[in-house]
């Protein structure tokens, strides 16, 4: 019912910036949550970012001033910009969209999942 098509993923050094899009198509509106996990060798998956349908965002406190999530206009397009990149995210990351509309950006059941896109930061 909803396709998540992550795109922006890549090799970069330390200090580096990458900016990962997410296209969402289906049944979707900009009512919905959407935001981003992400998962490396040998740790848990774990939250990045997200955005709600009123715009209000949530981060890990690990990427907080680093990271900045936001939605496009014209179409169901969601950004995260990831400045100041560090070896240890380097990570498989996944765009999520939450299965019911009205969701928080944190806590939101996150139903659908795009396949991931790779993001590895040399040192």
């Known amino acids: 019912q909803v396709q998540l098509v992550e795109s922006g993923g890549g090799l970069v050094q330390a200090g580096g910036s990458l900016r990962l899009s997410c296209a969402a198509s289906?049944?979707?509106?900009?009512?919905?949550?959407m935001g981003w996990f992400r998962q490396a060798p040998g740790k848990e998956r774990e939250f990045v970012a997200g955005?709600?349908?009123?715009?209000?965002?949530a981060y890990a406190d690990s990427m907080k001033g680093r990271f900045t999530i936001s939605r496009g206009n014209g179409k169901n397009t969601v950004y995260l910009q990831m400045n100041n990149l560090k070896p240890d995210d380097t990570a498989t990351y996944f765009c999520?969209?939450?299965?019911?509309?009205?969701?928080?950006?944190?806590?939101?059941?996150?139903?659908?999942w795009g396949r991931g896109t790779q993001v590895t930061v040399s040192s």
């Open positions: 955005i709600g349908g009123g715009g209000d965002t």
């Open positions: 289906g049944r979707t509106s900009d009512a919905y949550a």
């Open positions: 999520v969209h939450s299965t019911d509309p009205f969701a928080p950006p944190r806590g939101a059941a996150y139903g659908y």
